[in-house]
Structure formats: structure tokens, C-alpha cells
């Protein structure tokens, strides 16, 4: 499948990445049904953001259905319609309590297209710690 990827400052390409796959029992697979990028892609894509390695796949705003769930994934389900935020949370530390997530200090904040691979490829796989709460879309 072709993702949207960081080439280095200025450059981008379409790469062909194979399917994921489920790793960990906390992992599912999303379908991607909608993406976007946004100014911060846009400053990635300029250079500005050095953290962001050359190869990185992009997009960290999606929309998705749960095709496949691990064994330890509770509250969504294959089918289930989800929000795939770039912000993640451990749910233990003094952040994640006062609800300031971007700020994660236990392995979560921004994360999705900026230290992981994003959302750009129409399978995208997502680990979560089973503090965090899933967010699901509502039926449409």
C-alpha cells in the first residue's frame, strides 16, 4: 500500500509499505476511511521539526474502521468506526491525571507522524496502553 512519506526537508514521496500486522496484544489495525495533513505536517515537510527521521510516514488526523483488534484491546471491536488522534496518553503520569496528554511524559503525547509512523496508508496499525480510553466515532 502506498503511504505519504518525509524525505527530508522539502521532499515527500508516495512508498509502497507492506500491510501491518498485530504485534502486541494492546495493537489493532484501522482501515483508514479519511486523512489529512495539517500546518504541522506542513512544517515537517519544510524541516522545522528535526525530530521527524527521513522515511517517516506521515498524517496524524484520520478517521478509520477497526479491522482487527489484539487480545487485550477493550471497548472497540472490528467494525467499530474511530478517531486516530496523533496524541497518546500513559493514563499515569501528572499530565495524563490533569488531562494535558500533548505533555505525556510515560511514552505517549505526539507521537503519530512525528517519533512513529502516521496515518497516510489505508491500513494503519495502533498501539495503545489499555489506560487510554479509545475514541470512538458516533454512529453516523
Avoid: F
Avoid at 31 to 37: F, G, L
Avoid at 76 to 86: A, F, I, W
Wanted: one cysteine or more.
Amino acid at each position: 500500500m502506498k503511504a505519504l512519506v518525509y524525505d527530508g526537508p522539502g521532499r515527500r514521496s508516495w512508498t509502497d509499505h507492506a500491510d501491518p500486522e498485530i504485534t502486541a496484544p494492546t495493537d489493532a489495525i484501522i482501515r483508514i476511511d479519511a486523512v489529512t495533513i495539517c500546518g504541522t505536517d506542513l512544517h515537517i515537510l519544510k524541516g522545522d521539526v528535526p525530530e521527524v527521521e527521513r522515511g517517516r510516514i506521515l498524517g496524524h488526523k484520520a478517521v478509520g474502521t477497526i479491522t482487527e483488534t489484539g487480545s487485550a484491546v477493550a471497548g472497540v471491536n472490528p467494525g467499530d468506526k474511530v478517531l486516530v488522534s496523533c496524541i497518546s496518553a500513559c493514563g499515569r503520569c501528572e499530565y495524563c491525571r490533569t488531562a494535558t496528554y500533548g505533555q505525556c511524559l510515560g511514552g505517549g503525547g505526539w507521537i503519530l507522524g512525528h517519533t512513529t509512523d502516521g496515518a497516510s496508508k489505508p491500513n494503519t496499525p495502533a498501539s495503545r496502553s489499555p489506560t487510554t480510553p479509545p475514541t470512538s466515532c458516533p454512529p453516523a
